[in-house]
Structure formats: structure tokens, C-alpha cells
């Protein structure tokens, strides 16, 4: 385990120690290279095979007839934003992949980033360059040949996690965020730096790990955190041309001493449901992952994380808003306009953790769909705002039990289960919604509320009782057996279930339906598999590398349909493989 522990110390020393360099952080990874290479081949000789079990649901019944909806538009080359499209339903019209033809898919390429990192980037496809980023460095590579067109490296001391989780885009320019809390936007064709706007305090706790999304000559980003002490997450909108902040939005409570950043966009918002002990500031609702919105109405649809500290409700007794909340404002002045609380009291660090998917279901309901790290899928009727269906996508135990200084309690989904920071996908086709979700369970000891009140500014703030400083988020343990994924296809109008998958692997990376009538997803264990989507069974499956966190996209490169893979997740959190980041490019043979 020494490559591993290595990587969590150098994590851990950024946070103690004021942070390294990318520099230095380099050179680590080049001393480490090789035998993290050789660690991980070794490592995947003893490692389970991929395996997936696909069951049908005998009580499933199709929902009622179809209401006309308008022609679709042609099939789009491109993948321009985190989840396609800024509704965010992943959903691809392209075709020419399909049922009849996937068992000739084949690996046509890969693009090695010589980074050991935590890979989470949500792929982009624009104007013939596939963007991707790590934590460091921006790169774009031709989407046919893996061949590198450009790749910009950033200095800046290194985050306690890893993380980014792409880029955005909007007319020749590409933004970001970065560890040490800024924004960065840079050229297309280039890849040169054009401007750099801070958002966020590294001293609390906060990053910018999370891929923008950008409309109408503006970027919306927010800034993560919310498991610090002090950290608070805000939303914000800069000017694409000039990086200026447009509007600000407080997701929790602002407190006397906050630093303002730019105009405030109109909030209700006050500490009345923050009943918060002495010692205790107000902390949490990092925004870690994109946003959502929608061009018809204007309105911005931003997913809120975890109340902090994380397990002790106690010191921080109320719904705690607009924590593990969708949040709507006004994407043109940052003003609320509404919210849905998803996580009521949340204790067990149950992020809204991705941005909701916005669409009209067969049945004409025009549905925000959501699906958080608790382990269910939500649906909500945008028309009233009414929740319509509470679907369980995976394994849920014991999450009433309140936690204690004097017992562990272990509970599922884990503080690490349920949907991570890659969002439920919409086919409109089946008229089905794909979750993919991560069966693991956590067991928790608090700490007493004198040690939680004594934790610093600035350091991670769970209330977790710990001697092990890698459990700071409880123990991520697998003495119960369970270390799996599960792939549920839930009906969109009535919140029924069709078919479900499970496989050995937790499943963290995106999921992408397609015209093809076909699934694309993959595992923690680097399996990459396809599914026919109307029946869920298995038309393919191989594994292309290591861990599999990020984008899964599709695309059409010299008029040949492609789809890119990142791999080689590697993380404190979770045991896989220490594998370097890759992005691994498939297409039919001769394709």
C-alpha cells in the first residue's frame, strides 16, 4: 500500500503544512511512476474480474401513452458541456454505435497524462478538441488520435483533495477552477491564459474543484469546502470575456466578517434554521459539482453539499438551509427564486452531490430529476413543484439510528455511497432514467462536543472520533462484504423501476444513454461495459484501465462516432488500483 499511503500523506501535508507545488508534486509523481505502474500490475492480478448481474422488475408496467412532443433536432457532433447539454440529461442522438453493430467496438486510442490524480473530469468535445483537466494541468487532444494540440500547466499549492472535474466553454474560451480557489479562463486554439478571478479562501477550506457551466456570456461556478470549519459554499457568475463577478450567492447564512466578493444576488435567506452551539460558526453547502440550467426560463439550478460538521447534528440543530437543497436563482442577477430541500437534517454527510437532470417525460411532465449520495432517485413535477416518486437505487440500512460518542454506528449508503458528483441520465427513447451509484456503507464515532468545537478554522470538521487522521470521514469499511455498484433504470413518469445492475465494482463515473438504443457506463475496477438500454443486458464489457470516475461521452470525430473514458481514479476514500490518468478513445473496428 505504499504508492497509496504516499499519495494520502503528500494530501494530508498540503492541508497541515500550508500546501505544495505542482512542481514539487511533479516530481513525486515522476519518482513514483514507475513503481506505482508496477504496483498496479501487480495489484489487478489479484483484483476480482469485472462482473455485472442484470435483474428484470416482474412488477413493472409501462406508463400511460405517449404525449406528442416536437421532432428532434439533428444528431449534434459535439459534447459541449459537464453533461451535454445544459439541462443536463446526457442523453446523445447519435446512432451509428448501436445493438446490431457494439460487439466490434474496440480501443482506438489512448491519451496518457502521466499523473497519478484523483481523474474526475467531465469531458468536453468542442469545435474538433477534446478537453479534459487534472488537478494541475489543461489539455486538449485531437478526438480521433489521442494526438496532444496543446496542454497548460498551473503553479499553486496542492488541495487536500486532488479534485477538478472539468472545464466549461463559450465562444474560443475555456474556464476553470482550481485548488487554490480561483477561476481560470484560457484560449481555445492555445491553450494561453486570458484572465483569473478568486472565489473562494483557501485558509477555510474552500477550492474550486467543480467543471462550470457557461450560457449567454456567462460563467456559473461555485466553490467547495463545506466539510472545513468556516467553509461556506457560494454561487457565483463571472463575465466570460472579462472574468468580473456578476452576482454572488450565499448558500448558507452569511456571517458578520465574510468577505463580499460581488453584487449579492436577493436572498430570504437568515440563520433560522441554524441553531448552531457557541464555537460553532456556520459552515457547508460547498457546491462541488455543476450546475443546471435552463434556457427557456433563465433559471439556474445549483446542488448543495453537506452541513458541516458532518455527523454532529447536535451542534448545529435545524433543516440548516439551503444545505443538501437544489437551490433556483435567477442566472442573470443570482436572485432565489425557489428550492427543494432533498436531505431533511442531514447527519450523515448526504451531499446533493450532482446537478439534476431537467426534461418532459413521455407523459408530458415536465420532471427535474435528482439523485444525491442518500441513495434514492427523486422526481419532482417543476409545474407545481411537487415530489412525485422517492425511487431507493441502492442498498439502504440503518440511517436512522442517531450517531453517539459512546457506539459506532455503521449505516448505508455511506458518506461515500449513494450518487457522486456524476448525474442521472434521461433517454427519451425508453423513457427511462439511469443511475449509477456506489453500494458502500461507513461507520461513524462522534467525537464530544467539546473536541468538535475545538477543531480549528480551516480544517476538516466531520465531529468524527477518530485515532486513524484517514477516518476523518468514518471508516469506510468493507468487513460487511459490500464493495459493489449498482446501474438502476428507473420509468420516468411513474418512478418504477424496469431493470437494475449490479456490479462488483462501485459505479462513480458518468452514465450516457444514446439513439443507438445503447447504456455506455463504467466501474471503480476500470470495466468498461454497454448495454442494450430498453433491456439491460450486457452487449459488451472489458476493462480498459484503472478506475473509472469521470466523463463517458460520445462524440463524432472525421464522421465516425467515438466515445472517450477517463481512467485511473485514484483517491484516499476508495481501495482501487493506482493507475495513471488516461483518457481511452473506443470506436467500431475501421472506424
Known sequence: MSCRLEIIIVALGAAVVGGIT????????????GVGELRGEILSLGAPAGAVAM?????????????????RSPATADWPSYNKTLTSERFSDLSQIST???????????????????????????????????????FSIDPATCAQNWRTHEEYPAYILPTNRGAA?????????????????????????????????????????????????????????????????????????????????????????????????????DNSTWKNVPGAPISGGGAWTSATLDPATGLLYVPVGNPA??????????????????????????????????????????????????????GGKKLMAVSPKDGF???????????????????????????????????CPGAAGGEEWNSPAYDPVTNLIFTGDVDWCTTVKLQTR???????????WTGEKSFNPFNVFGEFTRADGVWAGWLHAVDADSGVWKWRLKSNYPILGAVTPTAGGLV???DAGGNFYVLDAATGQKLWGQKIGGAIAGGVITYTANGAQKVAVTTGFISPAFPVEIRRAQIVILGLEGG
Open 22 to 33: 505542482s512542481s514539487l508534486a511533479d516530481e513525486i509523481t515522476r519518482v513514483e511512476v
Open 55 to 71: 435483474e428484470t422488475n416482474p412488477n413493472y408496467k409501462s406508463a400511460a401513452a405517449s404525449v406528442p412532443t416536437a421532432p
Open 100 to 138: 446490431k453493430n457494439v460487439g466490434k467496438l474496440k480501443v482506438l486510442c489512448t491519451y496518457n497524462t502521466s499523473q497519478f490524480t484523483s481523474f474526475e473530469t467531465g469531458l468536453i468535445m468542442v469545435e474538433g478538441a477534446l478537453i479534459g483537466t487534472t488537478e494541475f494541468d489543461i
Open 169 to 269: 466553454y463559450l465562444d474560443g474560451m475555456l474556464f476553470r477552477g482550481t485548488g487554490d480557489g480561483r477561476v481560470l479562463a484560457y484560449d481555445l486554439k492555445t491553450g494561453k491564459r486570458v484572465w483569473e478571478t478568486t472565489i473562494a479562501d483557501v485558509k477555510k477550506g474552500e477550492a474550486v474543484p467543480a467543471a462550470p457551466i457557461a450560457w449567454d456570456g456567462l460563467v456559473f461556478v461555485g466553490n467547495a469546502g463545506g466539510d472545513f470549519k468556516g467553509g461556506k459554499g457560494r454561487m457565483y457568475a463571472l463575465d466570460a470575456k472579462t472574468g468580473k463577478i456578476v452576482w454572488e450567492f450565499f448558500l448558507v447564512p452569511k456571517s458578520e466578517g465574510d468577505a463580499v466578493r460581488g453584487p449579492q444576488g436577493a436572498s430570504p435567506l
Open 309 to 362: 460538521p458532518d455527523y454532529d447534528i447536535g451542534a448545529r440543530e435545524g433543516e440548516n438551509l439551503y444545505t443538501d437543497s437544489v437551490v433556483i436563482l435567477d442566472a442573470k442577477t443570482g436572485a432565489y427564486k425557489n428550492h427543494y430541500k432533498i436531505v431533511s437534517r442531514d447527519w450523515h454527510d448526504w451531499d446533493v452531490s450532482n446537478p439534476p437532470a431537467l426534461f418532459q417525460t413521455k
Open 377 to 411: 432517485l427523486y422526481g419532482f413535477d417543476r409545474a407545481d413543484n411537487k415530489l412525485l416518486y422517492r425511487t431507493p437505487v441502492t442498498r439502504i440500512e440503518n440511517v436512522e439510528e442517531p450517531f453517539s460518542t459512546e457506539k459506532d454506528v455503521h449505516f
Open 450 to 460: 467539546d473536541e468538535v468545537v475545538a477543531t480549528s478554522i480551516g480544517q476538516p
Open 520 to 522: 455506455f457506463f463504467g
